[in-house]
């Protein structure tokens, strides 16, 4: 606690004030907290003085709150440009990031438990600078960081607003920021070490060397490339919902199943249901093989019944046999940008609505998937590929479009692979236009990139079709197929082989 207090009066924060008439102060409170390292480690005893936050006016105490942070998927492509340039990642934190945000509206806050000046116990702290919990504090953060970035000669994607670069003739330095938590990459150590006594002389800050443990994510750097996986992660899921000896299973979903919102049994837990549920999707970051079976149960968070919470409990026992898990970006490459587009056909009890399913690779490295029920029914497998594919295109000319930004490369069309030859002939052809004439103009959209030589669309057979994963479950020979073949790889066989060389 008094290191927090010296934080903050270091920093300048705030200055003690009468509390001028027509104002009102707002409490603040300690919240305390154990930092732990991905073995569960403790490395830290914390403790944050917070505003309540709850109790700002909007339009009064203050104005816009919001501020940018990277997409997962961006620090997946940062991290498979690395890989594949043979780039160190670095990562920094900044110590109590949020005082440094200066604040424009005028904040008056009560002095805190336990540091109450003495003979000055009527007195406020007017704010100069954000405190956490204020409504307004990120945005002051990022207002403050982006100043300095820039400063230093950094340029802001204008495709990823969390993404700054800086690009000369003989280098290139990368950085991501999320809130307080910043990577550094470029092809030249020594421009990664001078940007970091940059930032230090800016900010305080803590140098955490090459990147390791970033949101929960188990970063695994070596020189044949960077492996991504979650594991203290899927324990911690498993140790929440009490299933830490139970038994395994191979694959997360029974392809048979099939759940309606009016299900089996009586309702159970929807909080227990809800917190699973948001665990399970944090996870789905580094693994594809789960993100159609936890999309499928997302369905049911309103009135989950015991038949929706034993679909759950079989994603989990298959996490227990899955915990290392992950993927592997490797080094090399062509740098170009190959997506897959799948979708399945009614399936939806209900509604009988479609799933798409999309991966991207860049340099055959997954960045990003997606598996997403479609918003209109379908009335045929072409229509429902069609409308998957459009869906595919809108994330490739953002890739395309990102990557080219970051690298200063000309860029290329991007190729999608579709297992629909029918779909593919609707993309191509206006003639078929008479049997398409119902589909929702927004998804004519792909034409118009085909007709641009933005997108270049193909055929790819079913067997490898490597978005098939992520649009229905499957049987599990071809699950352990697709599985494989999109990229996802245990990594506990890897270590102990490794463990057994040095050996």
């Given at each position: 606690m008094k290191s927090e207090i010296e934080s903050i009066e270091r920093n300048k924060t705030w200055s003690l004030v009468q509390l001028p008439a027509g104002h009102k102060?707002?409490?603040?409170?300690?919240?305390?907290?154990?930092?732990?390292?991905?073995?569960?480690?403790?490395?830290?005893?914390?403790?944050?003085?917070?505003?309540?936050?709850y109790a700002q006016r909007k339009g009064v105490d203050f104005g816009d709150v919001f501020a940018p942070v990277a997409r997962m998927e961006t620090i997946r492509l940062l991290l498979a440009m690395a890989a594949s340039g043979g780039w160190l990642v670095h990562h920094l934190d900044?110590?109590?990031?949020?005082?440094?945000?200066?604040?424009?509206?005028?904040?008056?806050?009560?002095?805190?438990?336990?540091?109450?000046?003495?003979?000055?116990?009527?007195?406020?702290?007017?704010?100069?600078?954000?405190?956490?919990?204020?409504?307004?504090?990120?945005?002051?953060?990022?207002?403050?960081l982006d100043k300095v970035l820039k400063e230093l000669g950094f340029v802001r994607c204008k495709h990823e607003q969390a993404v700054y670069f800086i690009q000369k003739l003989d280098s290139l330095l990368i950085v991501g920021v999320y809130v307080d938590d910043i990577i550094v990459t470029g092809p030249k150590e020594k421009d990664i070490g001078i940007f970091k006594s940059k930032m230090k002389s800016a900010f305080d800050m803590s140098d955490l060397g090459q990147l390791s443990y970033y949101l929960g994510i188990e970063v695994d750097q070596q020189k044949t490339g960077i492996i991504l996986k979650q594991s203290a992660y899927a324990k911690k899921i498993l140790k929440l919902a009490g299933m830490t000896e139970c038994n395994s299973s191979k694959f997360p979903m029974h392809h048979k199943l099939k759940l309606t919102?009016?299900?089996?049994?009586?309702?159970?837990?929807?909080?227990?249901?809800r917190r699973l549920i948001g665990s399970l999707r944090y996870l789905i970051h580094t693994r594809p093989d789960i993100s159609y079976s936890v999309g499928v149960v997302s369905r049911f968070m309103e009135k989950p019944k015991e038949n929706h919470l034993l679909a759950v409990k079989h994603i989990l026992r298959y996490i227990k046999g899955s915990v290392h898990y992950g993927l592997k970006y490797r080094s090399g490459g062509d740098g170009k940008l190959l997506g897959y587009s799948d979708s399945s056909f009614g399936t939806d009890l209900v509604d009988r609505r479609g799933t798409t399913g999309t991966v991207f690779y860049l340099s055959d490295n997954l960045i990003t998937w997606s598996s997403q029920k479609q918003r209109t029914v379908a009335l045929s497998s072409c229509e429902a590929e069609f409308m998957a594919a459009t869906e595919a295109a809108c994330q490739a000319l953002?890739?395309?479009?990102?990557?080219?930004?970051?690298?200063?490369?000309?860029?290329?069309?991007?190729?999608?692979?579709?297992?629909?030859?029918?779909?593919?002939?609707?993309?191509?052809?206006?003639?078929?236009?008479?049997?398409?004439?119902?589909?929702?103009?927004?998804?004519?959209?792909?034409?118009e990139c085909v007709d641009r030589d933005l997108i270049i669309v193909e055929h790819v057979s079913g067997d490898l079709q490597k978005a098939d994963l992520l649009t229905k479950a499957l049987p599990l020979i071809k699950f352990t197929e697709m599985k494989m073949l999109v990229g996802v790889e245990d990594f506990e066989k890897t270590s102990s082989h490794q463990g057994e060389n040095v050996g």
């Open positions: 102060a707002i409490g603040l409170k300690w919240v305390f907290k154990l930092k732990k390292d991905m073995d569960g480690n403790i490395t830290k005893h914390k403790a944050r003085l917070v505003v309540k936050g900044v110590k109590s990031a949020f005082l440094n945000g200066e604040l424009s509206e005028e904040v008056y806050v009560s002095q805190p438990d336990g540091f109450v000046i003495k003979g000055k116990e009527n007195h406020v702290y007017k704010l100069n600078k954000a405190l956490y919990g204020l409504r307004q504090a990120p945005r002051a953060w990022n207002a403050k919102k009016e299900g089996e049994g009586k309702e159970v837990d929807p909080t227990l249901y953002w890739l395309r479009n990102l990557v080219n930004e970051l690298t200063g490369k000309k860029a290329e069309c991007v190729k999608i692979l579709v297992d629909n030859e029918g779909s593919i002939a609707l993309m191509k052809n206006p003639v078929f236009h008479g049997r398409s004439k119902h589909i929702d103009t927004k998804f004519h959209f792909i034409r």
